[in-house]
């Protein structure tokens, strides 16, 4: 049976399955933003000295919990560019059941999957890409992409929704008066 994006985005938006549970226990989706803050603390300390590109690390991060945490996961790193697993385990390599979605940087356009980009705005005015998921076997990720100061940028969540990605995303962009690297 395939379900449509549409139809898993609205059972995503009610329940939340956490892929360190087995059986059919569900939880109900709860947004707890502090918690991101120690989930990029250490992939900070890791980030900065080996790359020349700007960090744009949410503060927000939908359904964790200190039930369930999500782990930031240095996939790569060099001068030109970084990419971030985000995970429900600490030791996921981008597998399906453990997978919860992505944070990237690049001096280079990020090339995304297929899907429609549809043009948004965040905060500040800046010009943005949505691509929704798409379900099969299993659900991919719904991202945003934009171009900031010469740098690419994309934020990815498994089966996310535009509103949702949204949130992250304008969390990622540091308010004007701020300094980040």
Not at 86 to 96: E, S
């Amino acid at each position: 049976m395939r379900i449509t994006s549409a139809v898993f985005s609205l059972l995503v938006s009610l329940w939340v399955i956490p892929s360190s549970l087995s059986g059919v226990h569900l939880r109900k989706a709860a947004e707890h933003p502090a918690q991101t803050n120690t989930v990029f603390a250490k992939v900070k300390r890791d980030l900065l000295g080996k790359t020349d590109v700007p960090l744009r690390l949410p503060s927000f991060l939908p359904y964790a919990d200190r039930g369930n945490p999500i782990y930031a996961i240095v996939q790569s790193v060099d001068r030109a560019s970084y990419q971030i697993e985000l995970a429900w385990t600490p030791d996921c390599l981008g597998g399906n059941n453990c997978h919860y979605g992505a944070v990237r940087g690049s001096a280079a356009p990020i090339v995304e999957g297929g899907g429609v980009r549809k043009p948004i705005l965040l905060k500040g005015g800046i010009k943005a890409y949505f691509i929704d998921f798409t379900c099969g076997a299993h659900c991919d990720d719904a991202v945003i992409d934009w171009s900031e100061s010469g740098y690419h940028y994309s934020v990815g969540m498994k089966a996310g929704k535009e509103a949702t990605l949204l949130k992250i995303a304008n969390s990622a962009i540091p308010d004007r008066d701020q300094q980040v690297r």
